[in-house]
């Protein structure tokens, strides 16, 4: 006799099976229309921000992004460096992006708070993370908040998974494959128009240090029906692995499945299994997941696994586990005069990239230059048609 737990178990499998359904279309291959437009940047003039990434919430855009530093009367970054900040930008009835001339204007009441609060044990008296001992942890997301439930009254809830990375001044991790910390990020249509999401700390260690894939800090996607988010983590050896949860669950790691030799398992595999790798998933460096509707297909966007300049890489498939296409160049953007000139390439479906029937995406990254002997960040922002 089949017992309840399996009858359960295998009615939940069925039906997320179901709903994420493997298709059987044939890989899409992006052809860009036209010559991209350089349409401006991101920006607030008051704060000089790092790697920058957006996500769509209550009919506006949210952009979460690491170190950012007040900018003072004279223009130059000043102290307090603020491990994350977060800021709106705005949208027409349309669904476009609303620009000021050549600037797209970000706004939000960040108070010189960073973000995604810093815990007591991350050195966390201080907005940087900065530790006694010259180190310093590094709490910068890796990709903006997952949308996973837009409420009736418009209440949205999201998530980030951000790893737990301590730092030496060098930039070298202390722990190549720390804990991952996983967020959850509230917006409120009642709160006051400039005020950001509220954010909490879930689970400081939601993914264990040195034994767990960090889903979802890599990037993330919901499926084409909103039911199941599907979660990309990388190890520090260059491994991506993938893992699903429906919408509803994300807190509960129970109800995580993870790809694993061609199948998905309720089991988590060790960090260092060999048959978790997803094949040209990315080109192995930052970027973007995302749905395509014109495409019927999921997109990746970013940079080369070893770059410091704005080659933007695309790659696609019908379905979050594969098969992916190859990983081509599509565009070269121009690269800031300092050593790191340019990374963290991002795209921002977000911003009407669909809007009306449109094909096209929105494509930042970080322009780093060096002016008057100061260190400057900025976020240039591209629209990209596709044919």
């Avoid at 001339?101 to 960040?110: E, L, V, W």
């Avoid at 192995?284 to 933007?312: E, L, M």
Wanted: proline share 8%; with cysteine; net charge negative.
């Amino acid at each position: 006799m089949i017992s309840v737990a399996t009858l359960f178990t295998a009615l939940y499998l069925t039906a997320s099976s179901s709903a994420t359904a493997i298709r059987r279309q044939a890989p899409v291959t992006p052809t860009v229309k036209g010559t991209p437009q350089v349409l401006g940047v991101v920006s607030d003039p008051t704060l000089d921000r790092d790697s920058c990434g957006s996500v769509l919430m209550g009919g506006r855009v949210l952009w979460a992004c690491r170190d950012t530093e007040p900018v003072g009367s004279d223009g130059v970054p000043t102290l307090p460096v603020i491990s994350s900040t977060a800021s709106w930008t705005d949208l027409d009835s349309n669904g476009f992006l609303v620009l000021n001339g050549d600037t797209y204007p970000m706004y939000g009441s960040n108070n010189n708070n960073p973000f995604y609060p810093i815990q007591s044990d991350e050195c966390g008296d201080n907005s940087a993370g900065a530790c006694s001992d010259g180190t310093r942890y590094a709490i910068w997301p890796d990709s903006p908040p997952l949308v996973t439930n837009t409420a009736a009254d418009g209440t949205v809830t999201a998530y980030t998974w951000v790893t737990k990375g301590h730092i030496k001044s060098d930039l070298t991790n202390l722990s190549p494959d720390p804990d991952t910390s996983l967020y959850k990020v509230v917006y409120s249509p009642s709160a006051a128009h400039d005020a950001l999401p509220t954010v909490t700390l879930v689970d400081e260690a939601f993914w264990a240090a040195n034994k767990q894939v960090p889903y979802g800090a890599y990037g993330s996607v919901m499926s084409s029906d909103g039911s199941t988010a599907y979660l990309y983590g990388k190890s520090s050896k260059g491994t991506t692995a993938l893992a699903k949860v429906p919408a509803g669950s994300i807190e509960d790691k129970s109800q995580y499945q993870f790809w694993e030799n061609g199948a998905w398992t309720p089991t988590p595999p060790d960090l260092s299994a060999g048959d978790i790798n997803i094949d040209n998933v990315s080109a192995g460096g930052q970027g973007t997941y995302y749905w395509s509707p014109p495409w019927s297909s999921y997109v990746w966007i970013g940079q080369p696994g070893i770059s410091v300049s704005a080659d933007f890489m695309i790659t696609t498939s019908p379905n979050p586990e594969g098969p992916w296409t190859e990983p081509t160049k599509f565009y070269s953007a121009q690269n800031g005069n300092a050593t790191l000139g340019a990374y963290s390439l991002q795209a921002n479906p977000g911003l009407g990239a669909f809007a009306n029937g449109a094909n096209d995406i929105y494509l930042t990254y970080t322009k780093t230059d060096i002016i008057n002997n100061v260190g400057i960040y900025s976020t240039p922002l591209i629209k990209v048609s596709w044919q």
